[in-house]
């Protein structure tokens, strides 16, 4: 229910710029994945838009800066997972799945029946319903990603800007998690920005992909355009294939590269 756009956007650590010059527009309802080879500076331009990170340049939700929002209502616009959360291990998946219904409560009022019920949808799609009562500290690493992923589906943002949402997670529970944000995204108009290192998942998913490298961006566009057998070997120094399959989706196959 957001439309983000970047304007020049420039951020990095310690006076050191690794994201150069981004710009972008994010329509509302459109999924926009950001691939590159490690280090390029994904996870940094991702905190950046979530307003976590000090930057350069604009990053406008529906015409507004972002660090101009209260942290309350940055909260019920934006739900933001990172590569690696800190987690309170002591709680249990529902219990943590609920702290992404808290923009949303009045002061000092509790979850009612509707935060429950919206908590109890998002844990049964993530096949998490078996786990509701399991502390995080106990979780497979995949099972912990999913409950991350749960607490900021619940959060019922207008943007999810989601790094790497896939990691540590089988082929079966991965395409369960994208096609859950997939259907909120069409259904709801949710804008969607991740992060992603399996390009055929960008492929398939993402209207629009953006490569970066080494902090800038080298390619935009649609996945057809931006995943080709040349930008891979050119910026990853991958061997790849792009083959289509199934009703006409890319798929990238890497291949072992010549001797
Ligand atoms: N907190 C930090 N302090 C200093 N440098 C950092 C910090 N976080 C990241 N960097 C550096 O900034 C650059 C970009 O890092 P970033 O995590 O954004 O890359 P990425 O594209 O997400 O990488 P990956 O695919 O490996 O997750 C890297 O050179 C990294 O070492």
Same mark, same amino acid.
């Given at each position: 229910?957001?439309?983000?756009?970047?304007?020049?956007?420039?951020?990095?650590?310690?006076?050191?710029?690794? #994201?150069?010059?981004?710009?972008?527009?994010?329509?509302?309802?459109?999924?926009?994945?950001?691939?590159? &080879?490690?280090?390029?500076?994904?996870?940094?331009?991702?905190?950046?838009?979530?307003?976590?990170?000090?930057?350069?340049?604009?990053?406008? =939700?529906?015409?507004?800066?972002?660090?101009? /929002?209260?942290?309350?209502?940055?909260?019920?616009?934006?739900?933001?997972?990172?590569? !690696?959360?800190?987690?309170?291990?002591?709680?249990?998946?529902?219990?943590?799945?609920?702290?992404?219904?808290?923009?949303?409560?009045?002061?000092?009022?509790?979850?009612?029946?509707?935060? =429950?019920?919206? #908590?109890?949808?998002?844990?049964?799609?993530?096949?998490?319903?078996?786990?509701?009562?399991?502390?995080?500290?106990?979780?497979?690493?995949?099972?912990?990603?999913?409950?991350?992923?749960?607490? #900021?589906?619940?959060?019922?943002?207008?943007?999810? /800007? /989601?790094?790497? &949402?896939?990691?540590?997670?089988?082929?079966?529970?991965?395409?369960?998690?994208?096609?859950?944000?997939?259907?909120?995204?069409?259904?709801?108009?949710?804008?969607?920005?991740?992060?992603?290192?399996?390009?055929?998942?960008?492929?398939?998913?993402?209207?629009?992909?953006?490569?970066?490298?080494?902090?800038?961006?080298?390619?935009?566009?649609?996945?057809?355009?931006?995943?080709?057998?040349?930008? =891979?070997?050119?910026?990853?120094?991958?061997?790849? !294939?792009? =083959?289509?399959?199934?009703?006409?989706?890319?798929?990238?196959?890497?291949?072992?590269?010549?001797?």
């Amino acid at each position: 229910m957001t439309t983000l756009r970047l304007r020049d956007v420039r951020a990095g650590y310690d006076g050191r710029e690794v #994201v150069r010059a981004v710009s972008a527009e994010v329509p509302r309802g459109s999924w926009l994945a950001i691939v590159g &080879p490690n280090g390029a500076g994904k996870s940094t331009l991702l905190k950046t838009m979530a307003g976590l990170l000090p930057g350069a340049g604009e990053v406008l =939700l529906d015409g507004r800066p972002v660090h101009t /929002l209260s942290r309350r209502d940055k909260a019920r616009k934006v739900g933001y997972s990172p590569q !690696d959360p800190i987690l309170p291990g002591g709680l249990t998946v529902t219990d943590y799945a609920l702290l992404g219904r808290t923009p949303h409560l009045g002061p000092l009022a509790r979850e009612g029946a509707a935060d =429950l019920s919206v #908590v109890e949808g998002v844990l049964t799609r993530l096949d998490l319903t078996g786990l509701a009562g399991r502390r995080l500290g106990t979780l497979s690493g995949g099972e912990r990603q999913r409950a991350v992923l749960a607490r #900021v589906l619940t959060q019922q943002a207008g943007l999810l /800007l /989601l790094d790497e &949402p896939t990691t540590g997670l089988d082929i079966g529970h991965a395409q369960a998690m994208l096609e859950l944000i997939d259907r909120l995204r069409r259904e709801d108009g949710t804008t969607v920005v991740s992060t992603l290192h399996d390009l055929t998942f960008a492929a398939q998913y993402a209207d629009h992909v953006l490569l970066l490298s080494a902090g800038e961006v080298v390619a935009a566009g649609t996945p057809a355009e931006v995943l080709t057998a040349e930008a =891979l070997a050119r910026y990853y120094g991958a061997a790849a !294939d792009i =083959l289509t399959a199934g009703r006409g989706e890319l798929v990238v196959a890497p291949i072992r590269p010549p001797k």
